[in-house]
């Protein structure tokens, strides 16, 4: 099972808010005034042609939940910025990431006071974008692409006001993706683990085999179809919304219907606990005690495993998460963005790629307190992730990821809750067997082309 991804349902509470304080860039390379998102902003912030200007000011810098853990590290990259640049200070802020920072986000933006250097989210990131609060960045400067993985790069975009796709976030750390499993339990279930699935119904299959061998002794995975909708859906290459996210078109595809169907039969064939159909609860706890086949697809998983349950840890193997139509893994990254409103946007910009560095990025991924991968090609390819020694799972797990994000894609569909709740819902009559496969993709798609148009 996947990481449960962050929802969308924010990012139309952001544009809606931001919307109506005023939106968009005015104003060119020239002098005279300009605008970004409403605020009074230098003219070279906006508009066409490459920044220029003195690397000298005072300019903040917000993180997310990240100095409690981590703050010696930033402080030394601060530090060796400022050195680099005397005539430069940044002040480090950290968001504690709760319920309400969309809504100080948007009130930042709002009264022109956003931090001139901000991590955010895609959904944020998305808003802030169309309503011009945030620099272009592979305008102001050409070469900022550079460092990054192609693919990573080119799927990190925005689009504008004007509906245009623009570059206003560099891809920061991002998760991966790997098929985590009991060796044991699958040789049990005559699964063979030398080669894994390549498309998640070759996947379902082996869960199959799982139940049918276990009868109900152990099982394959979890029920919840939330862990899966939609990142099955995407991994298939399945469209879940229409390209401007304004309607729901999954029912569009037969796959969807099979899908279904097999989701329901696995429940029914005894491949997942009954009681964890409603579930919130990942598969850590049962794959820690050897009663799930397999476990979380998040690489840190492997790390919880052994930390908490050795023995399991040792029985634990790791692989390739079923590329299927696709044909590649997708990320969720975290994002660097540069505020338009930024009254020292120069230093803002060059702290904004210090930070996002192959050296940087490379540092912090080596740090044993996180489990977090790079987005740049030299940061992928150094050592660290390229020369493991043995079979330890947690170091197979950190070169197969590093690989994957060498043609890995930012996207990921984003629902939100309320989306995603009414779909998961209709799966899960399906998988009671109080609807047909059919009927519940269809009501599905209806719930959702409701809730959508309410949203606007």
């Not at 005539?87 to 309400?100: E, F, R, S």
């Not at 400067?141 to 550079?146: G, I, Q, R, T, Y």
């Not at 919304?241 to 279904?260: I, M």
């Not at 560095?357 to 992928?380: G, R």
Request: with cysteine; hydrophobic share 40%.
């Amino acid at each position: 099972m996947r990481a449960k991804r962050l929802t969308g349902s924010m990012a139309g509470v952001l544009v809606l808010a931001l919307t109506s304080a005023g939106c968009g860039l005015s104003g060119g390379s020239g002098g005279g005034g300009a605008t970004a998102g409403g605020c009074k902003v230098d003219q070279g912030n906006v508009g066409s042609g490459k920044l220029t200007g003195d690397v000298k000011g005072r300019i903040t810098f917000q993180t997310t939940n990240l100095k409690k853990d981590f703050g010696s590290f930033f402080d030394g990259v601060i530090k060796e910025f400022e050195k680099a640049h005397p005539g430069a200070t940044v002040k480090w802020i950290d968001d504690p990431g709760d319920n309400t920072f969309t809504t100080r986000t948007v009130a930042d933006a709002q009264a022109c006071t956003l931090p001139d250097v901000i991590n955010l989210n895609s959904e944020t990131a998305t808003a802030l974008t169309k309503a011009g609060y945030l620099l272009d960045l592979g305008v102001k400067d050409p070469d900022v692409a550079k460092p990054f993985v192609p693919a990573f790069w080119k799927s990190s975009t925005m689009a504008d006001a004007s509906g245009a796709t623009v570059h206003t976030v560099l891809p920061w750390y991002t998760g991966g993706i790997v098929l985590t499993y009991n060796t044991d339990l699958l040789k049990k279930a005559g699964v063979d683990t030398s080669k894994s699935p390549s498309s998640v119904f070759g996947l379902f299959a082996d869960y199959e085999k799982v139940a049918k061998a276990a009868k109900g002794a152990y099982y394959a995975t979890m029920a919840n179809p939330v862990w899966r909708i939609p990142a099955d859906w995407d991994q298939m290459n399945i469209k879940t919304l229409s390209d401007d996210g304004k309607s729901a078109v999954f029912a569009n595809d037969p796959r969807t219907v099979q899908w279904v169907a097999w989701m329901a039969k696995l429940y029914k064939e005894g491949a997942m606990p009954k009681d964890s159909l409603s579930s919130s609860n990942d598969p850590s706890t049962l794959y820690s005690q050897g009663k799930v086949a397999y476990g979380s697809t998040n690489p840190s998983f492997v790390r919880f495993v052994k930390q908490n349950s050795p023995s399991v840890y040792a029985r634990t193997g790791v692989g390739q998460q079923p590329f299927d139509s696709l044909g590649h893994t997708t990320g969720a990254p975290q994002y660097i963005s540069v505020a338009a409103t930024s009254e020292h946007a120069p230093v803002a910009l060059a702290f904004a790629e210090f930070l996002t560095d192959a050296e940087n990025q490379t540092a912090w991924c080596k740090d044993p307190n996180v489990v977090v991968f790079p987005t740049t090609t030299a940061s992928l390819d150094d050592p660290f992730f390229q020369n493991v020694t043995g079979n330890d799972p947690f170091s197979e797990a950190r070169k197969l990821v590093a690989e994957q994000l060498k043609t890995a894609t930012a996207h990921q569909t984003n629902l939100s809750p309320a989306v995603q709740n009414a779909i998961v819902a209709q799966v899960q009559l399906a998988m009671q067997g109080k609807k047909s496969a059919a009927q519940a993709v269809k009501a599905a798609q209806a719930k959702a082309n409701e809730l959508l148009k309410q949203a606007g």
